[in-house]
């Protein structure tokens, strides 16, 4: 058990490393792209973020993905796309599953992280959730997005599950969204996240098989509630992480 708590944590050092090293190889590619070019021609930049840069990360800490049920998705149709949020890892992983480019809403906090930062100013919308006039703005983002042809992606639980239950409490707002626009909602859940990267208080790391399993779409009708939607999504959810 010690031997495999230190191994763990020995290779999420490592995993940090090649994170910031790739990131510092790239960032020059952001800077130049990103402060050139306008908001709505971002596409590409989102698609090497979402399709090159985890999967050289994944294969450099031998982390292999595995996608099952893919076919429940629709090629080149938007979604309000929901996953649960467990480790650090789980952006990358959930990016590598979608076949598409989607954009995000962003904790504020993470502008702080080193090159990082700049990248998520420029690519997601910062949300503060005690902040009113930021939801709004939040929203009015969302709609455009939508209008500009992407999909959109939530962790209905707001952050990180810290907790022993298999999900945490899920916010309403992606169900709302997906409810007001009718468009439908993309489940997805990290299956086994918890043995690439130990628990969500933990820093640790181990090689081998990430499953992400596509638990189904739900399609919002105009009779539905959002409360429907949000039902359905974690009962999809539970039955998926059930061992």
């Not at 480790?87 to 076949?99: E, G, Q, R, V």
């Not at 939508?146 to 707001?158: C, H, K, L, N, V």
Request: aromatic share 14%; net charge positive.
């Amino acid at each position: 058990m010690m031997v495999r708590r230190w191994g763990g944590r020995i290779w999420a050092i490592y995993g940090l490393v090649v994170f910031f090293v790739l990131l510092l190889i790239c960032f020059p590619f952001y800077l130049l792209i990103l402060g050139l070019l306008p908001n709505h021609r971002f596409h590409r930049v989102i698609w090497f973020n979402h399709h090159i840069f985890p999967r050289v990360f994944f294969t450099l800490v031998g982390i292999r993905i595995r996608v099952h049920n893919k076919q429940v998705l629709d090629r080149g149709k938007q979604y309000i796309l929901v996953s649960n949020h467990r480790s650090a890892i789980d952006f990358m992983a959930n990016t590598l599953a979608f076949p598409g480019v989607y954009k995000y809403l962003a904790k504020k906090e993470l502008t702080r992280v080193p090159f990082l930062g700049f990248i998520v100013k420029k690519l997601c919308v910062l949300v503060d959730r005690t902040n009113a006039a930021s939801k709004s703005r939040s929203l009015d983002w969302m709609k455009r997005t939508f209008d500009e042809g992407y999909s959109i992606f939530f962790y209905p639980e707001g952050t990180r599950n810290r907790g022993a239950e298999p999900l945490g409490t899920f916010y309403s707002g992606a169900f709302r969204l997906a409810q007001e626009l009718q468009v439908p909602i993309a489940v997805m859940t990290l299956q086994n996240v918890h043995h690439r990267s130990g628990e969500a208080r933990s820093m640790d790391l181990w090689p081998g098989v990430l499953h992400i399993r596509w638990s189904g779409v739900v399609r919002p009708t105009p009779e539905t509630t959002h409360a429907t939607l949000m039902e359905t999504t974690r009962e999809w959810m539970l039955r998926d992480l059930m061992p």
